[in-house]
């Protein structure tokens, strides 16, 4: 079946700028999550959704960053206000518990 | 000092040697023990997990974990240039998994 869909997978933007990634779980997958990779750099987490419940934000690394998750399904991480140090591959992911199935992730570029 | 540790690398290998990666951690509530490979610019791929201690074998792969320790290991046997990517270790806690760096394998014919 199809796997976790990201899109767009490269965005250039203007720093200042607000950018919007997308992500299409693994249907039938409860849980999602977004993760932050940076150049020779792990994977940072950034927000987990889970069913109905209230997401985990904990990762979020400033309030200009937001997600939203749709019915259950596909989210939106919302970057307002681009930095620099933004700049990241942006992975998300979703899981039937344990096992985490990622997309290609998007390439963020804040010149 | 981190959750998870693992050594960046690179480690660079012949074609047809065993690898041994490994990470060490500190949080002795997990209880998943995962192992993804990662090619350039691509996502990170599940190659297998392992539920608390012991070992588990999964084709060419062999996943070991030692709690007593806090330290797991992956082996490959008979490595091939195919197998050249990034390898993270992650470790799930109560819903989120933590992940090591990575370790970056280059496998040479």
């Known amino acids: 079946g199809a796997g976790v869909s990201q899109s767009p997978s490269n965005k250039v933007t203007e720093k200042g700028k607000d950018v919007e990634l997308r992500c299409d779980p693994i249907s039938g997958h409860t849980a999602l999550y977004w993760y932050r990779q940076s150049l020779g750099q792990g994977l940072e987490f950034l927000i987990y959704f889970q069913g109905n419940s209230a997401p985990d934000k904990s990762g979020l690394p400033s309030d200009r960053f937001s997600a939203e998750r749709t019915g259950g399904s596909v989210s939106t991480l919302t970057i307002q206000r681009t930095q620099q140090e933004d700049s990241a591959v942006y992975l998300c992911?979703?899981?039937?518990?344990?096992?985490?199935?990622f997309g290609p992730g998007t390439r963020l570029t804040v010149t | 000092q981190k959750e998870v540790e693992q050594d960046p690398g690179p480690l660079s290998v012949p074609e047809g040697a065993i690898v041994s990666l490994n990470c060490t951690y500190s949080?002795?509530?997990?209880?998943?023990f995962m192992w993804y490979r990662q090619y350039s610019r691509k996502g990170p791929e599940l190659l297998m997990y392992?539920?608390?201690?012991g070992n588990k074998e999964d084709g060419r792969f062999t996943a070991q974990v030692d709690k007593s320790s806090k330290y797991i290991s992956l082996f490959i046997r008979d490595s091939q240039p195919s197998d050249s990517a990034t390898y993270l270790c992650?470790?799930?806690?109560?819903?989120?998994?933590?992940f090591g760096t990575g370790t970056r394998l280059q496998v040479f014919p």
């Open positions: 992650a470790m799930l806690g109560t819903d989120k998994l933590i």
């Open positions: 392992t539920y608390s201690s």
């Open positions: 992911a979703s899981s039937f518990s344990p096992e985490q199935y």
């Open positions: 949080n002795s509530a997990f209880q998943y």
